[in-house]
């Protein structure tokens, strides 16, 4: 119900507790929804009426940010016609349900309200008379929040809440409000201040586009007015929408936008300039301001240079101490050579700039591209020493390139004036800039002949296109700034100025004073270019670690926060160098206004009555900003654990320590830590080694296998290694090894640089044997897929246990060993000349079964010792080569491709590698441990934390390793008392050691974006491209290896490049394979691509095609088209069916007409008959031309558009002579005419026989090799069905069968089809 006059919560009545009054409008869960946050009160009236016959009085009570006043000036303005739709009741339930309602009071008839009268004080009480009602009103108004006005951020609804209570004696009425509320924000994209428009020719049209945008989740209402002016008119500017209508403001929905087309056509000569006041009208705090600009001159022609990327630059929200860049490319529309000059003018303080220029595509077209993202300072990069980090002491260094200036970039002007002394140039930016998240980086050329230069000047010339890279780095400022963890906009212009060049070189600056011709002629381009910077700060607390008293031997932990107090994400790094104290040293990063924990560990190994520590926190982005905080602790010695120094120490690797970092671990993959126990007395040593019973399954510990006893003597341990290594390391899949399957080459189209070598190439290739050297590693050979790219050739790193004399004669030989050298590697060919070739196998009869490797009672003979001990000493190489190569967190820079699928490889093997020494017995379970005196034991301890990406594992790993003498000299504990000796003479008293095991878990998720590839229809030896898209899912780069199943099907699928490779964080790669079927019928293949530190997280794809049988012959139009014809008549147009020999070989092939009792598809009760005129012998052939020929004619008529255009005439010649002789047309031209007719020559017509055979309806046709033929063909309709009424405008259909003479299952038809037309 509404009433007349009156808002719609009026019709809203509740009594009081006990009747006394009455309250309209205000119910007793009331929700005011849709409330500005702008700082304005927000109106709700509503009636109290006394319903006895007495005077009563009524008392008011508010709770929260609610007052009521009886008298308020903005509402008693308010007319009757606005207050009727004042308020919205969008929900209003049953009286007697007293649920929620919710309302809505009118922004618009508030934004005329007066904030002077709203701030009155309220009323606590009113009195009301017998029957009499009074109205009053409520005001609410919610407190702004603090929060970042930066561009993207968004603006959701806050809940506030208040009570009221009105109280009549005892009669009590409670209401309780709940708003939503929500701050109106306006921006615009871009960001830019200011458009400016250069160098303009009148009479043309300019146009820019502008956004508004609402941020917030709440509507809004804005208005466009114009401050300033140079034209009041402003006949020449039109302000348009997307519907080209005029605009000036409009309404915004939630996080709503609208477009702002600036269209600009100028009438004279001269400045133009308008400023603009863009308001929001619901928050008078929320506006923007921006500046047309634009300058006329004279000139009536169009310039010679445009911008092809945005005319406005927005670097976005930038942290300070991390590159930016942005690509601004030119083109030359002239026929001339330009000079482009370039200056930087605006708001540049605080930022330093650098510049570089390259040709348009010149990234793409190198295979050996790096991307600048390469060198991005993400968590992988950070932590490896192999690759540059910007925790170094100059943070900028490691995200520059320094390479020689080129030819094309004169000097280097520009970087001098806006750049500190450097000459390295920014290659990458930092952290995804912008709300749509994208990257935009400098490229830079890792191959070698690939300068980058900077440059204040370039030179374009005609038609070409230029890219400049403008990169941009914030200069931290100081903690005492206003802007100190605030984003604060910078605003600049690039300048350009083209001029003619004259020759090829730009001219030098004339005299002061005066000007050149180029200068007089130069034309303006500037580009507005804004940024939002922020220098990230942090706070440490607290800053002084007291840990106490520590017992030795026992972990305690504190914890230190890190508060990121800027507006910008910030990066922490803790730097510490201590075996006592242990903290993460990975890089930390903070969001805005948050803050993280992080531990802290003591584990003493002595007793210290005064430890004293620092740890540097460093702040990546802002060195200033690097915190100290100071460690304290005493550490003392209850439980006389430190007595276990007295007899031995632990190294890791050669610092004494009682922990082992692993560092950053990804899960399910295994890592290697060594840890060496040093015997410090003169006497033996027995240590039992045991682990924790719930980390027992994630990690373990090995000892090397001894190689001599105490008496010289080699073990039998080591005899039974030195007969199974070789051969499990034979029937491993190594790198090394033959694989399972082998690459196809004939008859895929592959590239020339990637195609593989053709089979008859693959040749045997001698591998030497590897010397035996104290620091040798392993050779790079091994790690090198010789199955593939070296015809198969299998190199065994060990050397068998066989003797050459017992090799049978039937088998050919090839020595490979140095002369001096007493054993000897052999490599067997095969009788047959295969190229199937097997490195260092022995003979069948020499090899050792399992079984018998097992057996410990076969000892070594004299003459096998030499090979046992190299056997060890290679596998003692192999495991120091692994505990020093193998990366957890894979490198991602590469001087090639190949570099790179070398070192994948490398790890891989490494993996493996890690599972022979464990077979093979040469790691053995560390139980117990036995040192000489004054000798050195080594503990390989392997760490495979296992966790799932649905069941997350913690993002640290601790764990112990116990250590417990059980025999000891006990004469060396230091205890006068005789007694004390005796107590701890025995084992069992002295206490066990605790050795600590650490990591940091991340996770390595490997994804695939099909798990099935649909090839389609496909003949046989026909190759086609595809490619697999390998998504990385984590932050830490992904080390994939694709394999095969091993099939002959797998053969068909060759792998071009980037079989073995890196993914980065959190991105993906195409590796792109070639797929030629060998066999026809239905293919179903598997792919399996591998995660090589994460076992678990492979994946397959499925390769489906149907593979038909090799086409013949090929027929280029398989359905021809008649104009109409009447039943009876022969067409009067002839269409031809052209056919070509697609094989080597000669081909007879039968063409015929189905006749009409033959065809059995007739709906319209006519049929056509083909009939092939007398005179086909005389018949112009027409060419077909190939795939190739046609790719190459569309090059040169591209080519000859160009040397029309720039009036070239002997170039033009030259390719119209060119696509005459590829067209098969025309004689003679120049330049290269003699090698198209040698490499695309027409086959001879008089080749070609045909022989007819019955009558007009079947012929016979010879194609010699390569050979085409134009069959001319006419066709008759014939009446297939009498009884079926025809109608005018049917179709008609008939049909040619083409076929080998011999071959009649491989049968193509050709359909013809025509309009019957009835005679009248």
Known sequence: MTVRGQPANYALLWRSAEGRFSVRGLPPRVHLDRVYTNGLHALVPFWITNETDQDVTVELATEGPLKVQQQNANWSAVSTAQRETYVDVTTAPAAEDRGEVTMVCSATIQREFSEVFNQLGGVSS????ARKTAELVLLFVAEAAETDSGDGQRYEYETHGGHVTLRADTDLYDVTLRASTCRSVLEMEPPTSRIYIDDCVIGRTYERALRVRNASAIGLDWTMTVVETTDPSLSALQLLDSDMRPLSGGHLGARGDTQVLVRYTPHAAGEFLSRFLVENSNDPASLRY????????????????ELLSDPDISFGDCTSGVWYSRDIRFKNVSDTPVVMRLRVEGNTGGLTMKSAVRADGASASEPN???????????????SSRRP???????SDALTVTDDVGSEGGSAELSSRVTPADDSMPVGDGVRTGESGRRFVARARAARGHKTALFDEMLIKPGAVRTMTLSLLGNPVSSTSV????????SFTLFGESSTAVGTQPTTAPPPGTASNSERNAERLSIPCTANMCTPFVRVVPPLLDFGSVDVGTLKSLYLRVENLSQVAATVQCKLESKVITCTRAPITIAPQQS??????????????RYRKQIIVRNIHNRLNDSVVEVRSTHVDRRRVAFHNLFYQTLVPANEQNFVDFGLVPLNARSLRRVNLRNVCRCPLAIEVAADAADAGAFSAYTVVPQRDGSGRLTDAACQVARRLPLLERQAAMHSNIEKFKERTAGATVPEAAALPPRSSLCPVAVAPVPR?????????????????????CLMPFAPPWNQAVLPPSLEYLDISPATATRRNVVRIRGNGSSDIMAAVPPESALLSSEAANNLDMLPADEDVEMIVSVIERAEQILEEIIERLDMIPQTLFASPEAENAYVRRQVDLHKYIDLLVESGFLRPAHHVRLTALGTESLIVILQPAGTPDKPAPLRFDANLYFKLVDRPGDLLPFTDSAAVVSFASADQLPVRRFLVQAALVQSELELGQKSINVGNMQVDEACRKYLVIQNRSETPLMYAIRKTGSIASGDICFVDSRYGIVRGFDSRKVVFVFSPSLHGAYSEQISIANVLNARGGKKATLKAAVRRQSKFYIQSLRLEFDTLAPGRPSTDVQVLAIKNMTPKTRHLIVKSLLASEDGFSDVGVVLEARFPPNIAAAQPTRLLDRETEEKIESLEQKLKIAVRKNRPEK???????????RGSGSGGNGDSDSIQATDAVPDPAGVQIRRLADDTQLEVELPPGGDVSIPVVVTARLADPKVDIKTGANALGTLVVHEVKDKDNVKLVTLAASVVLDQ
């Open 369 to 383: 591209t790096a991307d600048a993202d390469a060198l991005l300072p993400t968590l992988s990069e950070l932590i």
């Open 773 to 793: 050297t104290a620091g040798l590693t392993l050779q790079p050979d091994m790690f090198i897929d010789k199955s593939v790219e070296q015809g198969h050739v």
């Open 290 to 305: 921006w500046v047309f600009r634009a300058r006329v001159s004279q000139r009536q022609k169009l310039r010679r240079v």
């Open 596 to 609: 993280v924990s992080v531990r802290v560990d003591s584990y003493p190994r002595r007793v210290n009555a």
């Open 126 to 129: 009113v009195q009301l008379a």
């Open 389 to 395: 980090s910007i925790t170094d002491d100059n943070p």
């Open 483 to 490: 802007s100190a963890g605030q984003f604060e906009r910078q």
């Open 1212 to 1222: 033009v010649e030259k390719y119209q002579a060119k696509l005459a002789k590829l």
